[in-house]
């Protein structure tokens, strides 16, 4: 087997044609992982959720973490990680724009909203929508390929 770093370039666009990702976070010195279905545009992930232990953890801590990967098999896959910065797009009069372009990115996708738009259990029927769109611009992205050598 054959590993090598991918070229930027590349690792965008395996971003690109994917839709679902593992997002890390860290608080207190505890890591947290959770998958994320996303949309990308100009330097940024768009993506979706309810409120609960991931924002929570972002709001506190900005800094995160994405991992996107693709294999065929054992000896033949591309994986990408990319370090970024949280920022929440509130429904708000400064923020309308940024927030309408990330649902229009997202809603592109079938069944956008899962996993961000579901929680375990019965929830409370709430009067306004609780859930928030957020982006992650990219400050840095890495990746390795592996094939059959």
Sequence with gaps: ?????????????LVAENHIARLG???????????IQY???????????????????MRANPRVCVQVDTGTDRQNWR?????GRYQELPDTKQWHRERMNAWSLLEQRINWWEPGGLKPGEQ???GTSPHLFFEIEI???TGRAASAG
């Design 79 to 83: 994986s990408v990680v990319i370090h």
């Design 139 to 141: 400050d840095d992205v």
């Design 1 to 13: 087997m054959l590993i090598r770093e991918m070229t930027r370039q590349e690792c965008l666009d």
């Design 25 to 35: 976070c860290t608080r207190d010195g505890q890591p947290y992982i959770v998958p």
């Design 124 to 126: 409370p029927v709430a």
């Design 39 to 57: 949309a990308l545009a100009a330097n940024r992930l768009y993506s979706f959720s309810m409120p609960g232990q991931k924002i929570d953890w």
